[in-house]
Antibody
Framework: EVQLVQSGAEVKKPGESLKISCVGS??????????IGWVRQMPGKGLEWMGI????????RYNPSFEGQVTISADKSIKTAYLQWSSLRASDSAIYYC???????????WGQGTLVTVSS | QSVVTQPPSASGTPGQRVTISCSGS????????VNWYQQLPGTAPKLIIH???KRASGVPDRFSGFKSGTSASLAISGLQSEDEADYYC???????????FGGGTKLTVL
């Protein structure tokens, strides 16, 4: 069974930087070969796709709404994908999920979510 | 504003059948498969329908998915109080080169 395990909740101040992670594991799961995407859910709001990365060659695509606001990266040697901010804002407070893209271009596994709270 | 449109709310009484629509375009639903997710308050989204009409493991057969052209729908028959949740559709968008979610539908069981 494929598992995506995300890093724990974070509380940060505006202007601080942050990098959250998503570790992939599972029998027969070659981390390099599956795209990993990130999704944001702001409090009381819907789900928004932020971007996606192919760990095999770090090919990355961003939702134009998020381009320049976040950086998505991956380290295939440790089967980990990252989502990072250089300068957080209060409006970045949300739950962030990582997802693996499987058959039919659809997600076939979700991480448990990482709650990010940005407050002064 | 979502590229894929869902009604913001839906409701029904116990035992009724309700349908939630998901309207997109050629670049997403028209060209690719659709998943449906159920999200209970304070929990992560749970897959209920994948690849248009296949129930996920453990999902009761009261839930069914349909897709035609650039639209998809989720039907819930024999509505139960435990079905009260937010429901989201999702598809890959070939123009965006990423996933698009419907805006979500809050289902209330009266």
């Amino acid at each position: 069974e494929v598992q995506l395990v995300q890093s724990g909740a974070e509380v940060k101040k505006p202007g601080e930087s942050l990098k959250i992670s998503c570790v992939g594991s599972g029998t027969g799961y070659t981390f390099d070969n599956y795209w990993i995407g990130w999704v944001r859910q702001m409090p009381g709001k819907g789900l928004e796709w932020m971007g996606i990365i192919y760990p095999g060659d770090s090919d990355t695509r961003y939702n134009p709404s998020f381009e320049g606001q976040v950086t998505i990266s991956a380290d295939k040697s440790i089967k980990t994908a990252y989502l990072q901010w250089s300068s957080l804002r209060a409006s970045d407070s949300a739950i962030y999920y990582c997802l693996r893209r499987g058959w039919e271009l659809l997600p076939d596994s979700w991480g448990q979510g990482t709650l990010v709270t940005v407050s002064s | 504003q979502s590229v894929v449109t869902q009604p913001p709310s839906a409701s029904g009484t116990p035992g009724q059948r309700v349908t939630i629509s998901c309207s997109g375009s050629y670049s997403n639903i028209g060209s690719n498969s659709v998943n449906w997710y159920q999200q209970l308050p304070g929990t992560a989204p749970k897959l209920i329908i994948h690849i248009n009409n296949k129930r996920a493991s453990g999902v009761p057969d009261r839930f069914s998915g349909f897709k035609s052209g650039t639209s998809a729908s989720l039907a819930i028959s024999g509505l139960q109080s435990e079905d009260e949740a937010d429901y989201y559709c999702l598809a890959w968008d070939d123009s965006l080169n990423g996933w698009v979610f419907g805006g979500g539908t809050k289902l209330t069981v009266l």
